[in-house]
T-cell receptor, first 114, second 111 residues
């Protein structure tokens, strides 16, 4: 069965630290890749997505992610985090041949200390 | 805001009862998916509708059922509620492009 793994369930950082959240998936075919963020009390928002082309994608709020096909990875990065980045981050994958159903990682809770 | 709305926002039910959750898709979106997000977990795919027909289903029992209407709004029905059904239920709509827009969710508590 396909799966999406997020390496860390909880991450605590200080403001201005660099961030990298890991995401690996298990499907070998063509996939679309997403990172969503869920701020406390708010709904899921799309941070960035990869469909094709340049494997380094830039999203909102200074986030970026790199798709490495050989490693089945799509890690999320931000050079300098802010207190307002405190949220839960979800990696998700879908396949065109499965009607684009999203398969999700378990999420990473990120806490930024002021 | 994504243009996807869900109602109600919160709901409390008791075991054995039935519940209907509603979703209004973003204008023109002909595909809707429903997800269950239990506390501390990522969303789990329940099912998906495209132009009023179910075209995908996750690992959920038949007491989870749905409908999509001609205006592309949809419902999720859950019969014989169990304690483990307590979760945030998310609706997402798409124009068949693989990009999903999520609603704020309905928080269901089963006592």
């Amino acid at each position: 069965a396909q799966s999406v793994s997020q390496h860390n369930h909880h991450v605590i950082l200080s403001e201005a630290a660099s961030l990298e959240l890991g995401c690996n998936y298990s499907y070998g075919g063509t996939v679309n890749l997403f990172w969503y963020v869920q701020y406390p009390g708010q709904h899921l928002q799309l941070l960035l997505k990869y469909f094709s082309g340049d494997p380094l994608v830039k999203g909102i709020k200074g986030f970026e992610a790199e798709f490495i096909k050989s490693k089945f990875s799509f890690n999320l990065r931000k050079p300098s985090v802010q207190w307002s980045d405190t949220a839960e981050y979800f990696c998700a994958v879908n396949r065109m041949d499965s009607n684009y159903q999203l398969i999700w990682g378990a999420g990473t809770k990120l806490i930024i200390k002021p | 805001e994504t243009g996807v709305t869900q109602s109600p926002t919160h709901l409390i039910k008791t075991r054995g009862q039935q519940v209907t959750l509603r979703c209004s898709s973003q204008s023109g979106h002909n595909t809707v998916s429903w997800y269950q997000q239990a506390l501390g977990q990522g969303p789990q795919f329940i099912f998906q509708y495209y132009r009023e027909e179910e075209n995908g289903r996750g690992n959920f029992p038949p007491r989870f059922s749905g409908l999509q209407f001609p205006n592309y709004s949809s419902e999720l029905n859950v019969n014989a509620l169990e304690l483990d059904d307590s979760a945030l239920y998310l609706c997402a709509s798409s124009l068949s492009s693989g990009r999903w827009y999520f609603g704020p969710g309905t928080r269901l508590t089963v006592l």
